[in-house]
Each structure stands twice: as structure tokens, then as C-alpha cells.
């Protein structure tokens, strides 16, 4: 199976691009069709196949960009690195690109070759570019030995090196890192320790071995090698970072992201500091996104309207043909109502902040919400919500209701008197509040109507239910009039009640 | 066949096809229908209104000279209009006409078994072909050389007509209790789905095609469109037009004009004999471009500045 691409969907997925296995099916077969040649082909091929929406096109667009750069790698590989510091030959720019392709051409059996050719081409390329590099390694205080004869390096390593072969250089450091599992990288501060795991599984140690040995050397050409080898190890170092930050960025941002999510997702909202605002955020619209597919439109069939003539006639035959049983064409979309009542007292703000998020982000699906926001006097925020977006009107919300002390008794009476009528066998009412009622009267005969009208009352509370009866909270007394009473403190709470909500509100 | 093969040997090849006949398109929207061909899978195209979507299906079904067959989605529609009816009324009158020779069929059979047993014989004459009424998308699936089937604007439809859609998208076939399932003949046919995006169409459904998102085309693109579309317009008048459009999408209108509405508008001008773009001239054509009162009356201020604007730019140029 083709590695590459298996593991580029998965660094796809981390970022969020929703990929089934039917679609990484496809997408091999478009790889096996389009090839790995033309890179844009390559690109526009795949944004075809994998990404599904246009927000997955875009993220698809900059995953791709930075998986798909192993071009770069071999633009700065160390032959041509080097040839392009000596202008003074070109001549030998094309031998050394003659070479190069040598290299490249024989492919697996790179490490059985003959010394003469490569050694050869060593020695020229040295010339012209020993000087301006020789600066960079201050600590060796061994002489440059100029250009001349080289022995042939004898670790597997090293002859790696030597052999100027970009494309086995990163398959063997994409194969080591592989080895290493360099995908499972969390944080950034192991990218020191995977670079140097990727190192010795290439074989650093046999590497360092040899150039300590090269060292101490008698022979000319054995030291000459030595101070290649070296060289190239710290470029290949180099590589290696940077390999292992892309797959870094690739990997590990998203799942440390998940992390944090998945944290969230658990944390009581009124904990969740402001600078997760815009996470929460993107949470609660992703919820409210797949509560929303499954939970798409329903129809009923209805009694009356347009016969459906063949469907009727169908139906009936078995009666012969006696039409008794009338099929309509009319299906009529259910649309009940649901009012969401809210406190947004300082102490529960935090909660009605989030839950009317949820609410208004299942536009699509949720049947027509009305909400209202008190503390101590009730007032509808409904259009406030239809003229802005949805976190405009839940900060103007906070603002202009917020902060006052609760007072649940004078938020029912208000509701009685505005929108009582309102109230019929198909509405939800959906009440998020502490019920802590500061000691006043909590008119509990108000909510006892709201109930006997209401299709269902949904009371939601953000303390935890051996809380309910303490102190000031009237919960008990509320509760005897609603039909589901539910500790609501965190997002998997809401989206608990708000599932269960669009199952049976409709 | 060999002649679709041939046409649909590379994107590029593709995209040249489809410039012949008239469609001038982005590499991506010729990469799509190459794929499409090759990988014999839908595609869903989506994207503002005007771009050019269902045009694309049209315009494939003419480059590989395919019959189209089109199924416009609409909320209601069902399985009797998109896959088949039985014909009612053929079934209701053959049983009327049938009823007198039915003691002959039975030819004196003693007892009620043995009745049943002569009538089993006759099979399920009334649910088979003969009274069947094919609908798109069974007519897309027994075409012998291949079809374009398009079905126009998915996302009008109900999410149950999504489903019964699943089974033909995948698989290419479609199950009739009465009869079986019904595979596509030879060659399946080549599927274009539009969508204007009014919903969110399910995963499942995207997950069985490609998915194309054509943009507003930008300014080069949509020169070369006019120009194949409109080839008697005056270069310099078609530089400014497709300035202004450009300008125009970037304001905050209820309804941006797309590539049909420049048409439209390349159009007009060269009926009106037009030149170059004067403020007048806008003004009075206006709304060929903006299908909005409220949109007219909002650019109507910016008329002038747009047009000298656009012009010294198209002198640039």
C-alpha cells in the first residue's frame, strides 16, 4: 500500500478534514491514474476526492503545500548545494549532475558501488568550496587537507552520505522516522529527541565511530574522508530537524488541539477561561453540525389536501379497486416551537452564554427558538438574535440583562404577561437557571400554568443536583412542575439535553 | 466508445474537448470531468448560482455526443417520479378486460387450491415491464452506449430522496421490489450532481462522489468566457465589463451577478451597439447585471466612480 498517501490522509484527518476509508479508497485510485509526477495534477486530483466542503478545500490546500515538500529536500542536498558555491565550473556542475543522476538511477544497491567513479567526483567538487565551509567547524582543529585522494567510507551511513543521492537520503530519513514513530510527536519540546532517535536509527553511532577512527588515521585519504563525512553528518542534521519539525506541524498541533477539546468538553463552563471562548466556540458549532445531520428535517404525512392519485390507486387494488383508502400528496414539515427562558445573572451567565449558542447554531434543524434572558425582569432578546450574529447578540444580551440579582418569581409573572398566549401544545419551554431565588416568592403557580399548557418543560441546572435544595434554591418546588429537571454544567451535558431535545420535540 | 476514451485520455485533452465547444474552464473543473470518466464516479458540483454548473453537464454530454438525462430536483419528489411507476391505469384496464377470460384461464379447476395454483402460473404479468414506466434515473441506467445523467439542484430535494440516491451513485443500479434490481447496461452513466448549497448535503451522499467547487471565475478566465461566449463584443468594451463585474462582486450586495448575468449583460451592449462603458449606459443596464432593487439602488450612487475607475484601468491594461 502506498505509505505516503495513507499518512498524508492521516495528517489530513488531524486537521480536521473528515476522510472515510471509502474516500482513501479513492483517492488511491486516483493516485494510481494521476501519479505522483505533476504535482498540481497531483493536487487538484486529490482536492477532488478528499476534501468535501470548501472550508476542507482551503485546509486541504495549505496540509498538502506542507506535506508535499519533499522537493525542497532535495534542491538543498549536499551536491548541489555545493556545486552551485563554486561557479568557476561549470563543466563540472554537469559532471556532478552526471553523477548525481548515477546515484539516483541505481536506486537499492546504492551501497555495493565502486569506489573509482564517486571518489572521483568527490575530489573535484571539493575544490572550489573546502574554504568558505571550513569556517563553520571551529571546534576542528585539524588542518584542512585540501582536496585529493579519498578511501571509500565503510559505514552504511556514510556511504549513504557519500554517495550524493537526495532521494535515498530521504527515503532512508522518512523510513527512519517511520521507524521511530516521529507521527506520535506531542509537543514541541521532543523534537531534539526525535531528531536524534531519527539519527541513530540511521546509523549515527557507526557514523561517529568511523569519523573518530578517519581521525586518528595515518593515511591522507582515510582523514580526507573523515572531515567529509563530518561535514555531511551536521548537513544531514540539519535535514533531519527539519523533517522533524514538518512532521511536527503536521501531526502533533492537531492532536494537541484534540487534547485540549476533548478537555473541554468536560470542564464545567463556568470554569472555561475567556481565551478558550473562540474554541468552545468552534466546538459547539461542530456539535450542533452533526446533531443537526442526524436530526435533519422530518415531514408528516398528512390528512388532508391533494389526493395522490396512483399512490391511491395502487393501494387500493387490493380492495378491488373499491377506493377507500386515500393516500394525499401534501407532506407538511413539523415545526413546533421552543422558548428557551434564560438567567443571565452573573452566576449562570457563563451557561446561557453557551446554551444559547447551541440553540441558535442548530438553525438549520431547530425548530423556531424564541429566547428570553432575565435576572430580575424578564425581556424576549428574539430579534436581537435575528439582526446579529450569534456571539454580537449574546454579548448585547449579557450586557443589557445581566448582573441584576435573580429574581424568579417577577421573570415568570413577566412571561405570563407577554407571551403566555403564545404557549400551546407544541411548544418546549426550556428554562436554564440555578433556581436561586434570593429567599423571594417563586410563583411556582405561574410555572404550574406554564406547565399544564406547555408541550414539555425542560428545566436545566447548572449546579449539581445535591445542591438543588440548599439554601435559597427552589428547585424543589419548580421541579414538581416540570416534565425533564436536568444538571446541565458542561458541553457534553448540553449537547446531551440538546440531542435528546430534537429527538423528542418534534 | 473509442472516441470518448480518446477525449478523455488527459485533463488537458479534456479541457481543449470542452473549449471546442464553447465551455471555457479552469484546469481543476477539467481534472474533474477526466477523473469523473475515469474513476467512474459522480461528481457533486457545487457553488454560488450562475457559474456554470449545469452547463458543465450539458456541455460534457455534447463533447462526448452522450444523450443527456436530466432529473430537476424539487421538495417532494420521490421515488415514483425519479425511478418508476407502475402505469395505473393500463393495470387497472387490463384487469377490467381480463376479468372475462378468467374463467377460461381457469378452465374448470375444481376447488379453491387448485385455482390458486392455475393463477400462479401467470406470474406477476401486472408488476413486470411491459407496465412499468421507467423515470430518469432507470432510463439513465438502461441506456446501451452511456448517458449524462444530470440531477439538477440536489439540495432542493428531501434528505430521503438523498438516500434512495446513495444505491444508484454507488453502485450504479437500482432495486425495484417487483422486479429486482436493475444494473446499468455496459457502460454506466456519467452522473453530475449541482447543488447551490440552500443545505448541507449528507455525508453519505458526498462520500460517493468527487466534489467540485466552482468559484467565481477571476478576471482572465471570465475574458476568455465572454470572449467564447460573446465573440462579436468589442475588446476594449469587453475588458471594462469584465472589470466592472469583478468590482461589483466585491461589494455587500443581496445578489452578486455571476459569469450568466456578464453574459447576459455582453449581451445587451453589443445589441445596444455600445463601445465602451459610460455611467449612463450602466445606469440603464443595471439591471440586466443586479436582479435586486435594493441592489440596483445601492450601486446606482457608485455608478460613476465605478465606471471611470474601471475604464482608465481597461486603458491600462
Known amino acids: 500500500m502506498d505509505r505516503t498517501l495513507a499518512n498524508f490522509i492521516r495528517a489530513l484527518r488531524n486537521s480536521e478534514v473528515r476522510i472515510s476509508t471509502a474516500e482513501t479508497l479513492d483517492a488511491f485510485n486516483a493516485v494510481e491514474l494521476v501519479g505522483y509526477r505533476d504535482r498540481a495534477f497531483l493536487k487538484r486530483s486529490l482536492s477532488l476526492v478528499l476534501p468535501k466542503t470548501r472550508d476542507e478545500k482551503e485546509t486541504f490546500d495549505a496540509c498538502f503545500d506542507q506535506f508535499f515538500s519533499f522537493e525542497d529536500v532535495r534542491r538543498e542536498a549536499p551536491g548541489q548545494v555545493r556545486g552551485s558555491e563554486q561557479p568557476d565550473s561549470e563543466g563540472r556542475a554537469a559532471d556532478d549532475a552526471n553523477a548525481d543522476g548515477q546515484g539516483e538511477g541505481e536506486g537499492g544497491g546504492g551501497g555495493e558501488r565502486s569506489e573509482a567513479a564517486p571518489a572521483g567526483g568527490e575530489q573535484r567538487r571539493r575544490k572550489g568550496k573546502q574554504k568558505p565551509r571550513n569556517a563553520l567547524y571551529a571546534e576542528d582543529e585539524e588542518p584542512d587537507l585540501g582536496p585529493g585522494e579519498m578511501s571509500a567510507p565503510t559505514s552504511a551511513l556514510g556511504t549513504l552520505l557519500m554517495q550524493d543521492s537526495k532521494v535515498e537520503l530521504s527515503m532512508a530519513m522518512s523510513a527512519a522516522g517511520e521507524a521511530v514513530d516521529v507521527r506520535e510527536i506531542q509537543v514541541f519540546t521532543q523534537k531534539g529527541l526525535y531528531t536524534r532517535r531519527i539519527m541513530d536509527q540511521m546509523g549515527l553511532i557507526e557514523l561517529n565511530r568511523e569519523i573518530a577512527g578517519a581521525r586518528e588515521d595515518p593515511a591522507v585519504p582515510v582523514r580526507r574522508l573523515g572531515q567529509e563525512l563530518r561535514r555531511r553528518r551536521d548537513w544531514l542534521r540539519g535535514q533531519v530537524r527539519d523533517y522533524v519539525e514538518r512532521q511536527f506541524l503536521l501531526h502533533a498541533d492537531a492532536s494537541g488541539k484534540r487534547l485540549r477539546e476533548e478537555l473541554l468538553r468536560k470542564v464545567k463552563l463556568s470554569n472555561v477561561e475567556h481565551r478558550s471562548f473562540r474554541l468552545i466556540q468552534e466546538i459547539v458549532y461542530k456539535m450542533a453540525k452533526r446533531l443537526a445531520t442526524l436530526h435533519s428535517r422530518r415531514k408528516k404525512v398528512f390528512k388532508k389536501g391533494q389526493l395522490n392519485v396512483p399512490r391511491t390507486l395502487r393501494h387500493n387494488m387490493a380492495y378491488d379497486g373499491a377506493i377507500f383508502d386515500l393516500r394525499w400528496k401534501s407532506v407538511k414539515i413539523d415545526r413546533p416551537k421552543v422558548f428557551a427562558i434564560c438567567d443571565v445573572s452573573g452566576s449562570v451567565a457563563n451557561y446561557a452564554r453557551f446554551m444559547l449558542m447551541f440553540l441558535y447554531s442548530l438553525e438549520e434543524v431547530m425548530p423556531k427558538v424564541r429566547s428570553f434572558a432575565f435576572s430580575s425582569d424578564l425581556a424576549e432578546v428574539t430579534d436581537l438574535f435575528d439582526r446579529n450574529s450569534i456571539e454580537d447578540a449574546i454579548a448585547k444580551t449579557l450586557r443589557d440583562y445581566g448582573g441584576g440579582s435573580t429574581d424568579y418569581g417577577q421573570a415568570f409573572e413577566d412571561f405570563k404577561r407577554s407571551c403566555l398566549d403564545d404557549v400551546d401544545n407544541r411548544t418546549t419551554i426550556i428554562i436554564l437557571g440555578d433556581a436561586r431565588n434570593n429567599y423571594g416568592n417563586p410563583r411556582a403557580e405561574i410555572l404550574k400554568e406554564m406547565y399544564d399548557r406547555a408541550k414539555r418543560i425542560i428545566w436545566l441546572n447548572p449546579e449539581s443536583r445535591n445542591a438543588w435544595t440548599v439554601g435559597d434554591a427552589e428547585m424543589r418546588r419548580y421541579s414538581a412542575y416540570c416534565h425533564q429537571a436536568e444538571e446541565c454544567n458542561s458541553l457534553m451535558h448540553l449537547e446531551r439535553v440538546v440531542g435528546n431535545l430534537l429527538k423528542t420535540v418534534r | ?317
Open chain 2, 1 to 317: 466508445m473509442a472516441a470518448i476514451e480518446d477525449m478523455a485520455q488527459s485533463a488537458e485533452a479534456v479541457r481543449g474537448h470542452l473549449e471546442d465547444h464553447r465551455y471555457i474552464c479552469s484546469s481543476q473543473i477539467a481534472t474533474a470531468v477526466y477523473l469523473a470518466y475515469q474513476l467512474r464516479k459522480p461528481i457533486l458540483i457545487e457553488g454560488p448560482p450562475g457559474v456554470g454548473k449545469t452547463e458543465l453537464a450539458k456541455t460534457t454530454a455534447e463533447m462526448f455526443e452522450l444523450p443527456l438525462i436530466r432529473l430537476q430536483c424539487y421538495e417532494g419528489l420521490d421515488e415514483a417520479k425519479a425511478i418508476y411507476e407502475w402505469k395505473y391505469g393500463k393495470q387497472l384496464l387490463y384487469t377490467q378486460v381480463l376479468k372475462e377470460t378468467l374463467d377460461e384461464v381457469l378452465q374448470g379447476a375444481r376447488g379453491f387450491a387448485e385455482s390458486v395454483t392455475r393463477l400462479h402460473e401467470f406470474g406477476d404479468i401486472f408488476f413486470s415491464e411491459e407496465f412499468m414506466e421507467p423515470r430518469p434515473l432507470l432510463k439513465a441506467l438502461r441506456e446501451e452506449d452511456g448517458c449524462v445523467l444530470l440531477i439538477d439542484e440536489v439540495d432542493k430535494s428531501d434528505h430521503e430522496f438523498e438516500s434512495l440516491l446513495l444505491e444508484i451513485l454507488s453502485d450504479f443500479q437500482v432495486s425495484i421490489p417487483e422486479i429486482g434490481t436493475v444494473k446499468a447496461t455496459r457502460e454506466p452513466p456519467m452522473v453530475f450532481l449541482t447543488s447551490n448549497n440552500t443545505r448541507e448535503i449528507s455525508d453519505a451522499l458526498k462520500r460517493r462522489c468527487l466534489h467540485l467547487y466552482i468559484p467565481f471565475p477571476d478576471v482572465e478566465l471570465e475574458q476568455r468566457i465572454i470572449n467564447a461566449r460573446v465573440p462579436e463584443i468589442p475588446p476594449e468594451l469587453r475588458r471594462q465589463l469584465v472589470a466592472f463585474i469583478q468590482e461589483l462582486r466585491d461589494l455587500d450586495l443581496k445578489k452578486v451577478p455571476a459569469i450568466s448575468e456578464t453574459i447576459d449583460w455582453a449581451r445587451t451592449l453589443v445589441l445596444l451597439h455600445a463601445e465602451t462603458l459610460d455611467p449612463d449606459l450602466v445606469r440603464e443596464t443595471l439591471n440586466v447585471v443586479l436582479k435586486f432593487q435594493e441592489d440596483i439602488e445601492n450601486v446606482q450612487g457608485e455608478v460613476a466612480a465605478l465606471t471611470s475607475q474601471v475604464v482608465k484601468h481597461g486603458a491600462r491594461l
